[in-house]
């Protein structure tokens, strides 16, 4: 199968820049499993990482609005990582899903 014309090139890639870093979750276990942009306001992103966080963040302010923490069982030992962070299309509001491995 041939890419498509729009599709970008290797060289592309290169010009690219770090435009914002947001330390949102642990750097023990440093690692984004999944994200999100929201489709009706871009400023909002939400990602799920390996520390069994998922974060919601407001790219345009340049901060954390919130830390959930539904991934923590007191069976286990270990956290597991959040490997699903999505927002709900659709909505004014700000509605998200998350999954994990944890079972």
Same mark, same amino acid.
């Given at each position: 199968?041939?890419?498509?014309?729009?599709?970008? #090139?290797?060289? !592309?890639?290169?010009?690219?820049?770090?435009?914002? #870093?947001?330390? /949102?979750? &642990?750097?023990? #276990? %440093? *690692?984004?499993? !999944? $994200? !999100?942009?929201?489709?009706?306001?871009?400023?909002?992103?939400? /990602? *799920? @990482? #390996?520390? =069994?966080?998922?974060?919601?963040?407001?790219?345009?302010? *340049?901060?954390?609005?919130?830390? $959930?923490? %539904? $991934? &923590?069982?007191?069976?286990?030992?270990?956290? %597991? @990582?959040? /490997?699903?962070?999505?927002?709900?299309? =659709?909505?004014?509001?700000?509605? @998200?899903?998350?999954? /994990?491995? !944890?079972?």
């Amino acid at each position: 199968m041939k890419p498509s014309k729009d599709y970008p #090139k290797a060289e !592309d890639y290169k010009t690219l820049k770090e435009s914002a #870093k947001y330390p /949102s979750h &642990e750097s023990t #276990k %440093p *690692g984004i499993l !999944d $994200f !999100d942009i929201n489709g009706a306001s871009e400023n909002f992103i939400v /990602s *799920g @990482g #390996k520390d =069994g966080k998922a974060v919601l963040l407001d790219h345009s302010q *340049g901060s954390v609005v919130k830390k $959930f923490e %539904p $991934f &923590e069982s007191k069976k286990r030992t270990a956290k %597991p @990582g959040v /490997s699903v962070a999505r927002f709900v299309p =659709g909505h004014a509001e700000l509605y @998200g899903i998350f999954g /994990s491995t !944890d079972g």
